[in-house]
């Protein structure tokens, strides 16, 4: 089943405890996507990777970083969680970069920082 | 950064009414996309529409991108309890690899 995977979906922790939330997709997809989506505010994009070893900032990439060293795999890292993190993010991927193709979420992870 | 704006933001309406929810900005868009989000998952697309002044039909919803690619509305005919969810437009401008969301329309249909 084609489909994209976060875990963990749930996670509470506190500031200052490196965090990494994992995705990967099965779908030989070359764009891959974080976001994160807080009331009121959409979902706004964190970091982007067009290709392996290609990644680029989107809106909100303080604070997190990412790597893209296999097609499949694009994690999120937060090296030190602070309270404004909180929040449920999503990992999406697309055949290609562009506006056009359609982007399949995971299905979320629900991080809390305290 | 560019914004996309939705109106409304809250929408509850009875079964069999229709509605239209609308997506703003002041950019120029290369495509726009709908996507319906339900709880606990992820959104799921619905449309993308391309050309200025396109209309795609999807059963009771019609999808329109106004002519100069800065708009977009997603009109439901009949609207059934099934419908009820959390709908948002997105898109890319042209150059770019980045992808804006709206800021989210959430519809609640009463049987």
């Known amino acids: 089943e084609a489909q994209v995977t976060q875990n963990p979906r749930y996670l509470i922790t506190v500031t200052g405890k490196k965090l990494t939330v994992t995705c990967s997709q099965n779908?030989?997809?070359?764009?891959m996507s974080w976001y994160r989506q807080d009331p009121g505010l959409g979902l706004r994009q964190i970091y982007y990777s067009m290709n392996v070893e290609v990644t680029d900032k989107g809106d909100v990439p303080e604070g997190y970083k990412v790597s893209r060293k296999e097609k499949r795999n694009f994690p999120l890292i937060l090296e030190s969680p602070s309270p404004n993190q909180t929040s449920l993010y999503f990992c999406?991927?697309?055949?290609?970069?562009?506006?056009?193709?359609?982007?399949?979420f995971g299905d979320g992870t629900r991080l809390s920082i305290l | 950064t560019q914004l996309l704006e939705q109106s409304p933001q809250f929408l509850s309406i009875q079964e069999g009414e229709n509605l239209t929810v609308y997506c703003n900005s002041s950019?120029?868009?290369?495509?726009l996309q709908w996507y319906r989000q339900e709880p606990g998952e992820g959104p799921v697309l619905l449309v993308t529409?391309?050309?200025?002044?396109e209309v795609k039909k999807l059963k009771r919803l019609t999808f329109q991108f106004g002519d100069a690619r800065k708009d977009s509305s997603l009109h439901i005919t009949a609207a059934q309890p099934g419908d009820t969810g959390l709908y948002l437009c997105?898109?890319?401008?042209?150059?770019?690899?980045?992808?804006?969301f709206g800021t989210g329309t959430r519809l609640k249909v009463l049987a």
């Open positions: 997105a898109g890319t401008t042209s150059g770019t690899y980045k992808y804006i």
């Open positions: 999406a991927s697309s055949l290609y970069s562009g506006g056009n193709q359609p982007q399949h």
């Open positions: 950019s120029v868009f290369s495509s």
């Open positions: 779908m030989n997809h070359e764009y």
């Open positions: 529409v391309v050309t200025g002044g």
